[in-house]
């Protein structure tokens, strides 16, 4: 059984661009959640889609943005791009809201 | 608020040492879910254990073991006979179960870094 793949592995992208990162949850996972794993910050919650709605959201501000597809994948879009926004950024999935999360690779983000 | 905290953050031990990683947690929730991620150098973050806070028994899984103890918020994770492989970052984590049962998001700790010699 493939796992959560996420893409691309690695974005650079200027400040002030905007980046759209890409996650394909387990087969048959319905939860889609996204982290920010900041130098100096440790990982922190960015998002959670169920069912295609967004559930809940840390504390970033709204030009972190993502959606759900009808086939449970994702996308996390982060507009204006700032220098601090560079991260590794994991999308984790889990088969219901009360099951495991099991996390992808990653996407590393530089903005320069 | 919830909240985790990994007092140790580098523990460094010679293969075959047993080592014991620290995790406290904090929360005002009754039902709440505790985890275990390890993240070796590729950066995926790999599950290991999640225990529910209804369910104190200790857990054994090879050379892993869990000790979850209430009444002193604390969810310590030992490695035991530890070898080079187990040289990663480790996360311990919190989810508070919403009345609904849904573990929505996790709380991190920092994380400890081990580092086994061989």
């Known amino acids: 059984e493939a796992g959560v793949t996420q893409s691309p592995t690695h974005l650079i992208k200027t400040r002030g661009q905007q980046a759209t990162l890409r996650c394909s949850p387990i087969?048959?996972?319905?939860?889609v959640y996204w982290y920010q794993q900041a130098l100096g910050l440790g990982l922190q919650f960015l998002l959670w889609?169920?069912?295609?709605?967004?559930?809940n959201r840390g504390n970033f501000p709204p030009r972190f943005s993502g959606r759900q597809f009808p086939n449970y994948s994702s996308e996390l879009n982060v507009n204006a791009l700032e220098l601090e926004d560079s991260a590794l950024y994991l999308c984790?999935?889990?088969?219901?809201?009360?099951?495991?999360?099991?996390f992808g690779p990653g996407t590393r983000l530089t903005v320069l | 608020a919830q909240k985790v905290t990994q007092a140790q953050t580098e523990i460094s031990v010679v293969e075959k040492e047993d080592v014991t990683l620290d995790c406290v947690y904090e929360?005002?929730?009754?039902?709440?879910?505790l985890f275990w991620y390890k993240q070796p150098p590729s950066g995926e973050l790999v599950f290991l254990i999640r225990?529910?806070?209804?369910?104190?028994q200790n857990e054994i899984s090879g050379r892993y073991s869990w000790n979850f103890q209430k009444s002193t918020s604390s969810f310590n994770f030992t490695i035991t006979a530890s070898q080079v492989v187990d040289s990663a970052v480790y996360f311990c984590?919190?989810?508070?179960?919403?009345?609904?049962?849904?573990?929505?998001?996790?709380?991190f700790g920092k994380g400890i870094t081990l580092s086994v010699r061989p």
């Open positions: 929360t005002r929730d009754t039902t709440y879910y």
């Open positions: 889609y169920d069912e295609g709605e967004e559930r």
């Open positions: 984790a999935s889990s088969r219901t809201s009360i099951d495991e999360q099991f």
């Open positions: 087969s048959g996972h319905t939860s």
């Open positions: 225990r529910n806070s209804f369910d104190e």
């Open positions: 984590a919190l989810s508070e179960a919403l009345y609904t049962g849904a573990n929505s998001k996790l709380t």
